[in-house]
């Protein structure tokens, strides 16, 4: 698995984070069942979080439904998140798929 | 879970060389001169779709060549790129290469490097050196001002497609990411996402698509365009396409001539795509349009690859119950009483039914022929420009089917007929104004269904078979006697002898007199038979006549002694009983019997084959009169017993060839009956009186 995931990270900005998710360089549906284990483990914490998607190189449509359903989890809850960096990759994909207002962090 | 891509190999594998084979046929209406933007568009989907799947699996050659040629087509798309012969030949020789890199992929054999490369600077000598800033007539600019000359019912403003994937569409490595992008570069889009199935994290199966999509293309797209785009994805997505605008409009106006605007007013179309979000509340159908076209998917019905063994398998299991179902048949026949013709009717319907299956399955291995002539626009095209001669191909009946076997033997002996003809039949221009033709030599490839039997015929117009020309050869060969007079058929047969060839120049194209024995060999290997007709001056045909199949075949089923042969139906003539007056001997020997005006060989199956006969008197028994290769023969049998379809049982997988026969097959009673090659058995007799023969004059 190419993805680093981390499970806690120092609050970036003014935001105090509670969470942290990177999605490593590769968000495909060949990481995504590692991925989305990380990413239950980290939905225990009460945020808010932050996503870092700045170092994506390879996503497809699994990688980026996991990412929503990640910020939909987010938004039920109505937990806070960030986006600490989105590639060009990741942000290509996400205009593609539609899914770029899924994506904006209710807080 | 790690998902195993391997898996899909085959399938990526397959419908790549599908894809290729689009590429070629739309690069050569290109170099017909066609400046159709949607041929453009096809061929860089193909490129596309390429890269995609060698990405996705990991084929890094691959991926690295078509994303070269990916760019340099999106130029030819975006009008900056003028589409001219040395264009199209390079993109040809592309799409050879890519099919190389593809079996050797598949193989697991390294790719050739140095062709790649060869290929790969071409291509970039070709986008750095000649960028055309201008758009040009062929294609760019006015490819795209050709939009508007589809046909009228072709044009829409847009197009409303709501894309729902099935659970299994990314497992099987297919991505919508892909797919929207792809669409994206046909018009401009836009793309709204519905998230309203993702369930939580907690039940997420992130390999399952759970997003789905409503999307508008906007632009003069064909709806082929369209479709062609989720062709990867057929059968594991919901898919519905409708046009909108004032043609979609206009084709339902008979129906609903008032109707109203659309409900929902869609968001202004950006250059580039806009997405929005409609999570639960999806976008209602615009006004009346709903009925203006049909859907997409649904009504082409879906479709599965099959391997040919899993059908074989399917056909052997049939052919074994067709057998059972005889059996039964003939243990109820001596039954007496009203539940044994109960029983009987019973087993009628089942005879009937099981016909109907075995029919079934033998369709599912027919293909068109089409995926055989789909080999000569390329081939036609390299050889005219080889010659130097001015070519037009026509196809006709390439919908015509056959089965897969019978298809895949019989590509190359088309192959060797078609060079033939384009290297020796057809004139160069010159030559052809000269005779008063035009300079465009027309070479015909058709097919069609006669009698339970495929007809392909080659014809070109070309100069004709010189038969003074082949009769001198064959004089010289010693084929034909000095003063042995010849009809016009076998004048023109005698091209199919081993090595004979009248070409004054042996060239790289045909000439070497290899070819045509091999072409009848395999024709005749088949069940098949074939002739040729020639006018001077005017041109010629070969006419190939196919069994549909090569796993059943109508029998008559004959008796000699104690064994059952079955003899193919379309070799029979007619079966007569003899006259004592009809029969002769040639120099006191073999036998022959005079039939209305033609004197034709008494071949003894029991001599042959050297079992006991019941009878060895011909007035006794029956002669059947057999045809094949335009030879006649009467093969004397004991008597005739039923007609009947048999599954042929190969006796080369199961036993060893044995000339002569063509198989064995079970009969109703668990007999084995061999069946005869009629061709083979001609031969056998004759090779065995010409030993006779020749040991008679020693003697």
Redesign the interface.
């Known amino acids: 698995m190419n993805s680093e995931l981390i499970a806690t990270a120092p609050a970036t900005g003014g935001t105090p984070v509670n969470g942290h998710v990177s999605l490593g360089t590769s968000c495909t549906?060949?990481e995504?069942?590692a991925?989305?284990a990380h990413?239950?483990a980290q939905?225990a914490h009460t945020g808010p979080f932050e996503i870092d998607g700045g170092n994506v190189q390879q996503?497809?449509?699994?990688g980026?439904?996991?990412v929503?359903?990640?910020a939909?989890?987010c938004l039920?809850r109505g937990v806070p998140y960030s986006w600490k960096g989105r590639s060009q990759v990741l942000d290509e994909?996400?205009?593609?798929?539609?899914?770029?207002?899924?994506l904006e962090s209710p807080g | 879970?790690?998902?195993d891509l391997t898996q899909f190999h085959e399938t990526f594998f397959a419908e790549s060389a599908e894809a290729l084979d689009q590429m070629e046929a739309a690069l050569l209406k290109l170099s017909a001169g066609d400046a159709d933007l949607d041929l453009v568009n096809t061929i860089f989907r193909v490129a596309h779709s390429i890269k995609g799947g060698s990405a996705?699996f990991g084929f890094s050659d691959v991926a690295g060549f078509t994303h070269i040629l990916e760019t340099l087509l999106d130029q030819m798309r975006g009008g900056k790129r003028r589409v001219d012969s040395a264009l199209v030949d390079t993109l040809l020789r592309s799409c050879d290469l890519m099919r190389a890199m593809l079996a050797d992929t598949q193989a697991k054999r390294p790719v050739d490097k140095a062709r790649v490369s060869a290929l790969h600077a071409e291509i970039e000598l070709i986008m750095a050196g000649q960028a055309e800033a201008a758009p040009v007539p062929a294609m760019s600019a006015p490819a795209r001002a050709a939009v508007p000359q589809l046909a009228p019912e072709e044009i829409r403003s847009g197009w409303r497609i709501h894309f729902v994937p099935g659970p299994k569409l990314?497992?099987n490595g297919n991505?919508?990411?892909?797919l929207?992008?792809e669409l994206?570069t046909l018009a401009p889009c836009d793309?709204?996402?519905d998230?309203k199935w993702?369930?939580?994290?907690?039940d997420?199966d992130?390999?399952e698509?759970?997003?789905s999509?409503k999307i508008e293309v906007n632009g003069p797209v064909k709806e082929a365009a369209i479709k062609s785009v989720f062709d990867w994805v057929e059968g594991e997505c919901d898919l519905n396409i409708e046009a909108f605008g004032p043609a979609a409009e206009a084709a339902v106006a008979p129906s609903a001539p008032a109707a109203p605007a659309p409900a929902v007013e869609l968001p202004a179309v950006a250059p580039a795509?806009v997405?929005?979000?409609a999570?639960a509340a999806p976008v209602p159908a615009a006004g009346a349009a709903p009925a203006a076209t049909p859907t997409a998917a649904h009504a082409d019905g879906g479709s599965i690859r099959v391997s040919i063994e899993k059908i074989d398998e399917l056909l052997n299991s049939v052919g074994e119950l067709v057998i059972t179902q005889s059996v039964l048949s003939q243990l109820a026949a001596p039954l007496e009483g009203h539940e044994a013709e109960q029983l009987r009717n019973a087993l009628g319907q089942l005879e009937r039914h099981m016909r109907g299956l075995q029919e079934s399955v033998m369709r599912v291995r027919m293909l068109p022929i089409s995926v055989v002539f789909n080999r000569f626009p390329r081939l036609v095209r390299d050889l005219g420009q080889r010659l130097g001669k001015k070519l037009e191909l026509r196809l006709t009946g390439d919908s015509t089917e056959l089965d897969k076997t019978v298809l895949e033997k019989i590509g190359d002996p088309l192959v060797h007929l078609v060079r033939n003809a384009l290297d020796h039949g057809i004139e160069s221009p010159e030559m052809r104004l000269a005779a008063g033709k035009p300079a465009h030599g027309v070479i015909e490839l058709s097919a069609y269904h006669k009698g339970g039997n495929v007809i392909v015929e080659v014809s070109d117009d070309g100069g004709g078979l010189k038969r003074e020309k082949i009769l001198a050869k064959a004089r010289e060969r010693g084929l034909v006697g000095a003063d042995e007079e010849l009809s016009e058929d076998r004048i023109y047969n005698l091209i199919f002898a081993p090595g004979f060839s009248t070409a004054d120049v042996v060239s790289d194209v045909s000439g070497r007199g290899v070819g045509m024995d091999v072409v009848k060999r395999n024709i005749n290997e088949l069940g098949g038979h074939v002739q040729i007709h020639s006018t001077a001056g005017k041109g010629s045909m070969v006419r190939i006549r196919l069994p549909l199949t090569l796993a059943i075949l109508d029998g008559q089923l004959a008796r000699v002694g104690e064994e059952v042969y079955v003899v193919p139906i379309v070799s029979i003539v007619e079966t007569i009983q003899v006259r004592e007056e009809a029969v002769g001997s040639v120099a006191n020997r073999a036998q022959v019997l005079r039939l209305r005006d033609d004197y034709l060989p008494i071949v003894r199956l029991y001599d042959l084959f050297g079992i006991e006969p019941q009878y060895t008197e011909l007035l006794d028994g029956l002669l059947m009169i057999v045809e094949a290769d335009g030879k006649r023969v009467g093969l004397f049998v004991d008597e005739l017993m039923s007609q009947q379809q048999v599954v042929i049982k190969s006796l080369e997988t199961n036993f060893r060839p044995v000339s002569g026969l063509a198989g064995a097959t079970m009969l109703g009673d668990g007999r084995v009956a061999l069946i005869l090659d009629i061709p083979g058995i001609i031969a056998r007799f004759e090779s065995r009186e010409g030993r006779r023969g020749a040991a008679t004059r020693a003697a």
């Open positions: 549906i060949h995504v069942q991925l989305r990413m239950m939905a996503v497809d449509t699994a980026v439904q996991l929503v359903a990640f939909l989890d039920e994909a996400v205009r593609v798929l539609g899914v770029g207002a899924l | 879970m790690s998902l996705t990314l497992r991505d919508p990411l892909r929207l992008r994206q793309i709204r996402v998230a993702v369930p939580p994290l907690t997420l992130p390999e698509c759970r997003l999509w795509p997405a929005s979000v999570a």
